[in-house]
């Protein structure tokens, strides 16, 4: 059985936002059952967790006797079993992983500036100044991935991938702000990655997870 990491509770903030969604989605997806490793609060720090993800984040994935970190590795090792995510097509796949890659290098990182000022630095003043640079550069990146998807509804035509699933995660990332939305074209694209019931199911399972923690 595949075990993923999770934190056991999260700020309301960062509900539906911890990226062991992106691997629950995926698993979703492919119709892989799993269970979940929930971390209280200084789990991430502890020794045994470090030896498996140096940096204490989630999720981890642990499969057998593999052990794997960083959502993206994750996504790509369950779209190994699932034609869905990763297409058997040579050319196809190939594109899935360039979206991917695409979505964790060229837009999270500057959709994460602007959700760092938001979040944890709003009232500070440098965090001020640099918001509207830091928006300009993202809508910039925005315009562009909006031109590429075009008219398709998804990234690489007609069929969803593991392209898809993690670029519409990082997106989501903004969704307290107008700055997707704002794209219709970008908006929709979210909507429909969203109302996948593989997503719904994935974010259920994660909001459940927390919601059993804050009654206990």
């Not at 509207?132 to 035509?157: N, T, Y």
């Not at 307290?176 to 979210?190: E, G, M, Q, W």
Request: charged share 25%; net charge neutral.
């Amino acid at each position: 059985m595949i075990t993923i990491s999770a934190f056991k509770w999260v700020p309301e903030f960062a509900q539906g936002q911890v990226r062991d969604l992106r691997a629950r989605w995926a698993l979703e997806e492919a119709g892989l059952p799993y269970t979940t490793r929930l971390l209280e609060q200084g789990d991430q720090d502890k020794p045994d967790y470090r030896a498996l993800q140096p940096f204490g984040q989630v999720p981890i994935l642990e499969d057998g006797g593999l052990v794997l970190f960083e959502s993206g590795a994750i996504v790509l090792h369950i779209g190994e079993r699932c034609e869905a995510l990763l297409p058997k097509d040579a050319g196809a796949r190939s594109r899935a992983v360039q979206w991917l890659i695409a979505a964790l290098n060229s837009i999270e990182p500057f959709v994460m500036d602007v959700a760092r000022i938001d979040v944890f630095y709003q009232n500070e003043e440098w965090a001020k100044l640099r918001r509207p640079g830091a928006i300009e550069f993202v809508q910039k990146r925005l315009s562009a991935l909006s031109r590429s998807l075009g008219d398709k509804p998804w990234l690489d035509g007609d069929r969803f991938t593991a392209g898809d699933l993690m670029m519409a995660t990082v997106l989501r990332i903004l969704k307290s702000t107008d700055i997707v939305t704002s794209d219709k074209r970008l908006a929709a694209y979210v909507e429909r990655c969203t109302a996948r019931p593989a997503f719904r199911r994935a974010l259920d399972a994660q909001i459940g997870d927390f919601r059993k923690a804050a009654s206990a």
